[in-house]
């Protein structure tokens, strides 16, 4: 499973990875977060520690590339790579090995998080948030896909800005239109602030997730179903006259009976089973937990969005929806 995390050079990234990854070493709605190599744990960890004390980590402008644990109650329950591309990916050719492997991911992931600098958007600065550049890229992976994902447009340093106005979201409009005219995407604008005081910062990483971990369990349990329909086939085929004939026919021949194959059917649905136990719990939490989200639909308005961002800007986790089916999203 792979997350691709874009945006240009300054926009917070590693400000927002490394202090996510700090928030999320104690439980967060029964979610944490681990580093699969030692190293990057220990960097991470230092840099969240720094942020908190006013030391904020120098931008680099190279793709870079971690592997993490998702876990719930203490346990792993989800393995996947962070692409983070830096500006650098924006700006070069498509003919460049940094510009190809940005494409390749973008078409291949599972989950995108698009960050943008409220500064720089609430002044119309559209160069230092390379907006149009990413808006070509992300429409165009977007066509290609046939799953679903979901798509994070994350606005960074929100705490400096006084208040979400229009001005600060007409420029993401055709991010937004893009978002609506898929039939495979799921997309939410998720205001966050990093530093001493941290805000939303768990947010864009487990919605970025979420679609892909119930598409895990719903497709766990899809595999379930016609492992034991199979199981069941065999089973019938291999009663009465027509299944003594093949029991004889397939020993003669060295190959399976139906006996044989219902119970490979079997317990393959059993192992299936017990992964869908496994993912089922921590994906209907995660489903209701980004719910709370100003979630990007075909009805809202540009205005509809500054008014649920600045609800939004206060903390998310305070709101409670009411729950729904999460694997209804696949039935739409």
Request: a neutral charge; glycine letters at 6%.
């Amino acid at each position: 499973m792979r997350i691709v995390m874009l945006g240009h050079t300054g926009v917070g990234k590693t400000t927002y990875m490394a202090s996510l990854y700090g928030a999320m070493q104690q439980s967060v709605e029964g979610f944490s977060l681990r580093a699969a190599d030692s190293e990057d744990h220990k960097r991470l960890k230092n840099l969240a520690d720094g942020i908190r004390r006013g030391e904020y980590p120098v931008a680099t402008d190279q793709r870079q590339a971690y592997k993490f644990y998702l876990r719930y109650q203490g346990r792993n329950i989800l393995e996947f790579a962070w692409a983070d591309y830096r500006g650098g990916a924006l700006r070069e050719t498509q003919e460049s090995g940094q510009a190809q492997a940005l494409l390749k991911d973008l078409k291949s992931t599972d989950g995108l998080m698009l960050f943008f600098d409220s500064n720089a958007l609430a002044a119309k600065d559209h160069r230092s948030n390379q907006i149009r550049r990413m808006t070509t890229l992300t429409t165009q992976a977007l066509k290609e896909l046939e799953r679903p994902i979901s798509l994070a447009i994350v606005l960074t340093k929100t705490d400096l800005v006084s208040d979400f106005e229009l001005t600060l979201l007409e420029s993401l409009n055709g991010l937004i239109a893009a978002v609506n005219v898929s039939k495979t995407v799921l997309g939410a604008i998720i205001p966050i602030s990093c530093g001493k005081e941290l805000c939303n910062v768990s947010m864009p990483l487990m919605f970025a997730l979420h679609a892909a971990v119930i598409w895990q369990a719903a497709l766990a349990s899809t595999t379930a179903e016609k492992h034991q329909n199979l199981a069941k086939s065999y089973e019938d085929r291999g009663r009465g006259v027509g299944g003594a004939i093949n029991w004889i026919v397939s020993k003669v021949n060295e190959e399976s009976t139906f006996r044989e194959m219902a119970a490979k059917e079997r317990l393959a649905a059993a192992t299936k089973l017990r992964e869908f136990d496994l993912i089922r719990e921590p994906a209907e939490s995660l489903y209701y937990y980004v719910r709370k989200l100003p979630l990007i639909k075909p009805d809202l308005s540009l205005n509809d969005y500054t008014d649920l961002l600045e609800k939004a800007r206060e903390g998310l986790l305070k709101h409670q929806l009411k729950q729904q089916d999460p694997f209804l999203m696949f039935e739409e």
